[in-house]
């Protein structure tokens, strides 16, 4: 299955890599309600491909994502002055500004919740909804030049998709701390944050990638979105009580396909079939 089309993104297949590019460089790719779309259909795409193993997130033009189309928020609010114009009652469902919110959440939501491996190369801006992509993928590798900011408190509204996963990413204080000052930080403040686990010379990136991307490719695919399903339900449950639960998914693992011939490969001292 061929990626695409996409209308905002541009999307590269590589093999079992999909190289997904945000790709409205004339505005720092800043997040429409189309590229949101696209960005749930890109998911689904991958996973209904069958082959697809891991999705590298980027922005085109230097720049990863200057957070939310403000036209989109500027035509929601009208459709909420309508509204009111009307004098009818706008029910929480019908606001529109909280649906074009709702919307980039479950983004965001489903990006976090994949069993594929994901990756973002992070460059220049990453700003707003942008932070909150960065803080949701696997393996976040940043250029030196990237600049991080979560600039909504200064403009009078909330972070309010972005901080959950910010929280998760970083802890509750350093996510207050950025709020409350609508803070901006360099790469090596976000490496020192851990916001982002590499930080390299722009012309370093692309090598760092397929570094990364060499060690995603040689650990089960199916081992990796197992394993990714029990360390989310450990982000909300005690040790304790997952002990049986985690045994469970062990022992599927161990005598299923992967199991059985990752064993095997180790024993014969070769690579597994799923390696490249």
């Not at 991958?46 to 990863?64: I, N």
């Not at 973002?120 to 909150?132: D, N, R, S, Y």
């Not at 949701?136 to 979560?150: G, M, N, P, Q, Y």
């Amino acid at each position: 299955m061929s990626p695409g089309p996409y209308e905002t993104l541009a999307v590269r297949a590589d093999g079992a890599v999909w190289h997904v590019t945000l790709n409205r460089p004339q505005a720092r790719n800043a997040m429409t309600m189309a590229m949101v779309r696209e960005l749930r259909a890109v998911l689904a795409d991958a996973k209904a491909a069958g082959d697809v193993r891991v999705l590298v997130l980027r922005g085109a033009g230097g720049h990863f994502c200057a957070g939310a189309d403000l036209k989109d928020m500027a035509a929601a609010r009208e459709r909420a002055s309508r509204a009111d114009d009307d004098k009818r009652p706008l029910e929480p469902a019908a606001d529109p500004i909280a649906e074009v919110n709702a919307r980039f959440g479950e983004l965001c939501v489903a990006w976090a919740d994949t069993g594929l491996a994901t990756v973002a190369v992070l460059e220049g801006t990453v700003m707003g909804g942008g932070f909150g992509l960065a803080c949701v993928v696997d393996v976040a590798i940043a250029s030196d030049t990237a600049v991080f900011r979560l600039p909504e408190t200064s403009l009078g509204v909330v972070p309010a998709q972005v901080g959950p996963f910010l929280v998760e990413r970083i802890g509750h204080a350093e996510t207050k701390r950025l709020a409350v000052t609508g803070g901006t930080l360099d790469a090596r403040q976000a490496l020192a944050l851990r916001l982002v686990h590499e930080v390299h010379a722009p012309d370093a990136l692309d090598g760092a990638l397929q570094r990364v991307l060499g060690e995603i490719l040689r650990c089960a695919p199916g081992a990796i979105s197992a394993t990714k399903a029990l360390l989310a339900r450990a982000r909300f449950a005690p040790p304790v009580a997952l002990v049986r639960e985690a045994a469970e998914v062990f022992s599927r693992a161990a005598n299923g396909p992967e199991g059985i011939e990752g064993m095997a490969a180790f024993l014969a001292r070769r690579k597994p079939s799923w390696a490249p």
